[in-house]
């Protein structure tokens, strides 16, 4: 039995595992700086976290085909953000987006790293 991210019978199923996947994922977000949900092979994760990398700025992140309840965690995601495809970005406990929001943060300024 898995989550349905979409369709019609999906209000029975969220009910029975949306509120474990996604308490467990605002507990990531709440814990770590910034997280990042992640595919292993997906091109855009990829670049996320090399992004994160070339400009310093320390992270934690989770590669959703690696998890056990990868399709429960992934739906969580997807509700919680409204968006279907990772990489989900979290940076002090907030959605940021994915990479073009990312990149908008890093030119402007608005992400950087955080000097200890």
């Given amino acids: 039995m898995g989550c349905h991210c979409s369709g019609q019978d999906?209000?029975?199923?969220?009910?029975?595992?949306?509120?474990?996947?996604?308490?467990?994922?605002?507990d990531q977000i709440k814990e770590y700086d910034v997280v990042i949900y992640s595919k292993s092979?997906?091109?855009?994760?990829?670049?996320?976290?090399?992004?994160m990398r070339k400009h310093s700025?320390?992270?934690e992140y989770f590669e959703l085909d690696k998890l056990n309840d990868d399709?429960?965690?992934?739906?969580?995601?997807?509700?919680?953000t409204e968006k279907k495809f990772p990489?989900?970005?979290?940076?002090n406990g907030k959605y940021l987006g994915?990479?073009?929001?990312?990149?908008?943060?890093?030119?402007?300024g608005e992400?950087?790293?955080?000097?200890t």
Wanted: glycine fraction near 4%.
């Fill in 10 to 26: 999906r209000h029975e199923e969220i009910q029975e595992f949306e509120n474990p996947f996604l308490q467990v994922v605002n």
């Fill in 41 to 51: 092979k997906d091109e855009k994760s990829i670049e996320a976290k090399n992004l």
């Fill in 57 to 59: 700025i320390a992270f």
């Fill in 71 to 80: 399709n429960q965690v992934h739906c969580a995601l997807a509700e919680l």
């Fill in 87 to 91: 990489p989900y970005i979290f940076i």
């Fill in 98 to 108: 994915g990479v073009p929001e990312l990149r908008k943060g890093l030119e402007s």
């Fill in 111 to 115: 992400i950087k790293p955080k000097l």
